[in-house]
Nanobody, 126 residues
Framework: QVQLVESGGGSVQPGGSLRLSCQAS????????MGWFRQAPGKEREFVAAVWWGSGSTYYRDSVKGRFTISRDKPKNTVFLQMNSLRFEDTGVYYC???????????????????WGQGTQVTVAS
């Protein structure tokens, strides 16, 4: 099992930036993918971005492409999400997730991730 701890959330005005971090501990040597998901009130959890741990290849939902950047620090078992040009619709609780056996075609499917962090709130408001 992997333990995940997110940090870096907060409140920001539209157009602002935030950087989220997710520190993994435990059986991290088995990690195959780490991703970020978010959930707004009354909505389902949705995929934001993911990184294939071995190659570093990155994947994004369309609405965040060009604004968000996911990156990883392998020695420190940490994944980051740099969020720029934030919009009202980016508001939500952001969760970090990891999985040791996920296949690439399922990288955006929250149901395929075994391990989750507690979440960090991101609020975009004027």
């Amino acid at each position: 099992q992997v333990q995940l701890v997110e940090s870096g959330g907060g409140s920001v005005q539209p157009g602002g930036s935030l950087r989220l971090s997710c520190q993994a501990s435990g059986r991290t040597f088995r990690t195959r993918s780490m991703g970020w998901f978010r959930q707004a009130p009354g909505k389902e959890r949705e995929f934001v971005a993911a990184v294939w741990w071995g190659s570093g290849s990155t994947y994004y939902r369309d609405s965040v492409k060009g604004r968000f950047t996911i990156s990883r620090d392998k020695p420190k078992n940490t994944v980051f999400l740099q969020m720029n040009s934030l919009r009202f619709e980016d508001t939500g609780v952001y969760y970090c997730a990891s999985d040791p056996s996920i296949i690439l075609s399922s990288i955006a499917d929250a149901r395929q991730y075994d391990d989750w962090g507690q979440g960090t709130q991101v609020t975009v408001a004027s």
